[in-house]
């Protein structure tokens, strides 16, 4: 099964088709569809509980649904693993952010995928190139401006919540290829921090990656979002854009206190055709 | 439509902004509030976790020269690097496991279970002496193996699957040796080579062993191997928090499964210094050494926790409680306060640890 692929920019780059996930006799997602288009920021929101972290966990390998499809690029593809979602150019960012506090940032931001010292000292001796790693999570961290950090080798938990938040932010943005998901990117963020991942979002959509953002702050999805993504109960129930409703509105879907009647279809439209319609 | 305006909420953001901005300027006062000096003694133990070790080690290494005369002498010196070298070859591969937020309470049985059948294949069997020691190499890294695959496969606690292994080998050893020592002399050379008369080297006017030479070795390359391989990294991180290693993409199982291999042949060698140094192979001896090697790890600064310490603290623990030992049996002790002290030392250990992994941000 694959999408209505009429023009390049109408193929999905991440889609998901009938996803079941049942953990005992909780039914985390229920028959879920989700369609990520190239260059937007699809922001999935829904109450605690509805499935969101599951879907997305769905997406970056972490959680195998019991049923349904997964298609990066119009391609069938089977996530067994993190690190295949990762081959596959997905990186994500957890809610619980998945950093080794022990660990130093360099070798968080590099973790399971580090940086071998060139020639002979890299292949036979396998040895690792600390000082370029520490490098590049210094420019990585600064490009973000999230470099309150002086010393790459600090360990992480001897930073702040914001700080470990930014580290786990700058990982996916210095090795997403194909697509961002963000959960609650923003949770334990400042006000000054949260503007700068906003930014980012915004900038990393620019430079032609989309990304996938849940957020309980509506008014951080409603600011970044193209199309905002509603779950409820384990499924979609309706795609809105900033324009066509208002916050309130949204939370009303959300929380099922207006039904709504999209079609599947309508939901899967991007926001080019909707906005047409 | 009940929404808020577009103006409105501008507004309301400016404001926040306001006075998040505020609330931030009282963050970075408290960021520079002076610290105390217990709490930079904190960060710095925090930061550099060999030098509560080594301190001590320091400490006692006066201490014991003042109550001695004979405790610096380099004969001295050289009977404790000989007396710590089988448990602190061991220690290596315990470290390892303790860095996974595991443990290994086998050490001594597979250690006993491999020299004697390295004694056994040479003396009974006529096995060459290098053939020998691969056959036994190959089979400590079996039984770490064993080890790994249980923890991973079962999902069983280390404790538990150790604990169980412990027996199992130890029954293992006195089935394969019938309960019966081997004389070293009726062994191939090669396995009683690392000590003795023949296996020692006079290093400025200092007895030592080619065991202790090859333990010393050991720790040199599995310092480089943790500090600058990603094997290495990726086993404080299983250690510190398995769930994220899982989602950066690491193969957690695969990162324990080798782990325990390694530890086996680790011990494996460990048997081969243990053959050497006693000049026999005994099933009775080196069964004190799985709890040896725990205390070795647990004063040498690593976590028993996970994912924190260090190989290099591991050796200076090995030594603290050889030098502890030792000296206390020249200043004329009764050797039962040696075990006391050793105690001691291990609950100390454990509750600086505890206080220095509460550093703070």
């Given amino acids: 099964m694959t999408a209505p692929a009429t023009t390049n920019d109408l193929q999905p780059v991440l889609q998901a088709r009938g996803l079941v996930k049942n953990y005992g006799r909780v039914v985390a997602l229920d028959h879920a569809n989700l369609e990520l288009y190239p260059g937007e920021v699809l922001g999935v929101i829904g109450d605690n509980g509805a499935g969101k972290s599951t879907l997305i966990k769905c997406f970056s390998g972490a959680v195998i649904p019991d049923q349904g499809e997964i298609f990066i690029g119009g391609e069938p593809f089977d996530l067994h693993s993190p690190s295949d979602s990762m081959d596959a150019g997905i990186e994500t960012v957890y809610q619980t952010l998945a950093v080794c506090p022990a660990l130093d940032i360099g070798t968080n931001l590099y973790l399971g995928r580090e940086k071998r010292k060139p020639g002979i000292l890299g292949s036979v001796f396998r040895m690792l190139d600390l000082g370029g790693m520490r490098e590049d999570a210094r420019k990585e961290m600064s490009d973000l401006g999230l470099l309150t950090i002086q010393d790459m080798s600090q360990a992480v938990e001897t930073l702040s919540g914001g700080q470990r938040q930014g580290v786990a932010v700058a990982r996916a943005a210095a090795f997403g290829q194909r697509v961002i998901i963000m959960d609650e990117p923003t949770a334990a963020l400042g006000v000054k921090e949260s503007r700068k991942v906003l930014q980012l979002i915004k900038d990393v959509r620019d430079r032609g990656i989309p990304v996938i953002l849940i957020s309980h702050n509506m008014p951080h999805v409603f600011e970044v979002a193209d199309r905002i993504h509603i779950h409820r109960l384990g499924r979609r129930v309706a795609v809105v854009t900033p324009q066509s409703h208002s916050m309130s509105e949204a939370v009303a879907i959300m929380t099922g206190a207006t039904e709504s009647s999209m079609t599947d279809e309508e939901m899967a439209q991007p926001a080019s055709v909707m906005a047409a319609a | ?361």
């Fill in chain 2, 1 to 361: 439509m009940s929404g808020p305006q577009p103006e409105h909420r501008g507004q309301d953001h400016a404001a926040a902004e306001a006075t998040a901005g505020a609330v931030a300027g009282e963050i970075v006062e408290q960021e520079r509030r002076e610290l105390t000096p217990m709490q930079r003694a904190q960060r710095v133990l925090h930061k550099y976790q060999a030098l509560a070790p080594l301190l001590f080690l320091g400490f006692l290494l006066v201490i014991f020269t003042l109550m001695s005369d004979r405790f610096l002498q380099p004969f001295n010196m050289s009977l404790i690097i000989q007396q710590v070298t089988v448990v602190g070859t061991l220690a290596i591969g315990q470290t390892i496991i303790i860095l996974t937020a595991g443990i290994d309470l086998s050490v001594g049985a597979i250690t006993v279970l491999v020299s004697i059948i390295m004694a056994k294949m040479s003396d009974g069997l006529g096995v060459p002496g290098i053939g020998a020691l691969l056959i036994g190499f190959t089979v400590g890294t079996s039984c770490g193996l064993l080890n790994g695959l249980l923890v991973t496969r079962l999902r069983l606690p280390p404790f538990i699957v150790t604990l169980g292994t412990l027996s199992i080998f130890f029954a293992l050893n006195l089935y394969v040796s019938a309960s019966t020592t081997v004389r070293g002399r009726d062994m191939d050379s090669l396995l009683t080579a690392t000590a003795g008369k023949e296996g020692t080297l006079k290093i400025f006017e200092t007895p030592i062993p080619l065991a202790s030479l090859g333990m010393l070795l050991m720790y040199v390359v599995m310092t480089y191997v943790l500090k600058y391989t990603a094997w290495g990294r990726h086993i404080y991180a299983t250690g510190d928090d398995p769930e994220a290693s899982r989602l950066t993409g690491i193969n957690v199982n695969r990162v324990l499964v080798s782990v325990y291999a390694v530890a086996g042949l680790i011990y494996g060698i460990g048997a081969w210094f243990l053959i050497g140094r006693v000049g026999a192979a005994s099933p009775q001896v080196g069964l004190s050494y799985n709890l040896d090697t725990i205390t070795a790890v647990v004063i040498g600064g690593t976590s028993l926790f996970g994912g924190r310490g260090m190989v290099f603290g591991t050796l200076l623990g090995a030594i603290i409680v050889g030098m502890a030992r030792n000296g206390l049996s020249l200043a004329q002790f009764d050797p039962l306060w040696q075990d006391f002290t050793v105690g001691v030392l291990v609950i100390a250990a454990v509750t600086l640890d505890q206080w220095i992994r509460r550093v703070s941000a």
